[in-house]
């Protein structure tokens, strides 16, 4: 079993370096943003002290903010949004940044889409997943053994069920 935590940046850095020093012994995967997004000197700290790997990332705004966090070495592993790094294009800049630099990269949300690109992310580390879209496809994405099963359907795997749209559907 693995086991990270997300503050989702809930602390203000005298805090993290407090809560985070009292789990680092715990034997988690990683802490996942216990600070505001773009404090990256905090981060660096963090990092620094820290035995427990940090993962930062899903506020990225595109891959120069992911270069820039790597630059400073205020984090362990990334895990980028892909609303936020400029999508699928976005992704694959970013990822060859943190593959150069051979940095753990994860996904933050969308996972359909994720699990594409995960395949060609030479550091790709962490699926996060989520079924949100499960009740409007056709044929929802597989979890079976602890892996995802896409299905063998032309493009990106995504069919809507039309039926499941319109009755979700709300007219404003």
Same mark, same amino acid.
């Given at each position: 079993?693995?086991?990270?935590?997300?503050?989702?940046?809930?602390?203000?850095?005298?805090?993290?370096?407090?809560?985070?020093?009292?789990?680092?012994?715990?034997?988690?995967?990683?802490?996942?943003? $216990?600070? *505001?997004?773009?404090?990256?000197?905090?981060? &660096?700290?963090? #990092?620094?002290? %820290?035995?427990?790997?940090?993962?930062?990332?899903?506020?990225?705004?595109?891959?120069?903010?992911?270069?820039?966090?790597?630059?400073?070495?205020?984090?362990?592993?990334?895990?980028?949004?892909?609303?936020?790094?400029?999508?699928?294009?976005?992704?694959?800049?970013?990822?060859?940044?943190?593959?150069?630099?051979?940095?753990?990269?994860?996904?933050?949300?969308? $996972?359909? *889409?994720?699990?594409?690109?995960?395949?060609? &992310?030479?550091? #790709?580390?962490? %699926?996060?997943?989520?079924?949100?879209?499960?009740?409007?496809?056709?044929?929802?994405?597989?979890?079976?053994?602890?892996?995802?099963?896409?299905?063998?359907?032309?493009?990106?795997?995504?069919?809507?069920?039309?039926?499941?749209?319109?009755?979700?559907?709300?007219?404003?």
């Amino acid at each position: 079993m693995h086991l990270m935590i997300d503050f989702n940046q809930g602390l203000h850095l005298g805090e993290a370096l407090q809560r985070c020093h009292a789990i680092d012994d715990l034997g988690l995967d990683w802490i996942e943003e $216990p600070i *505001v997004y773009d404090n990256y000197r905090g981060y &660096t700290q963090l #990092a620094a002290e %820290l035995a427990t790997p940090i993962q930062i990332g899903e506020n990225f705004y595109g891959p120069r903010d992911l270069l820039r966090a790597l630059d400073c070495k205020a984090c362990d592993y990334v895990m980028p949004d892909f609303m936020r790094i400029g999508g699928v294009t976005g992704w694959l800049r970013a990822a060859a940044i943190a593959g150069t630099a051979g940095v753990p990269m994860s996904t933050h949300l969308y $996972p359909e *889409v994720a699990a594409h690109v995960m395949r060609v &992310t030479e550091t #790709a580390h962490w %699926l996060e997943w989520q079924d949100w879209a499960d009740p409007i496809l056709q044929k929802p994405f597989e979890i079976r053994d602890g892996r995802l099963h896409v299905p063998a359907i032309a493009g990106s795997g995504l069919q809507w069920n039309e039926d499941a749209v319109a009755a979700y559907r709300c007219n404003l």
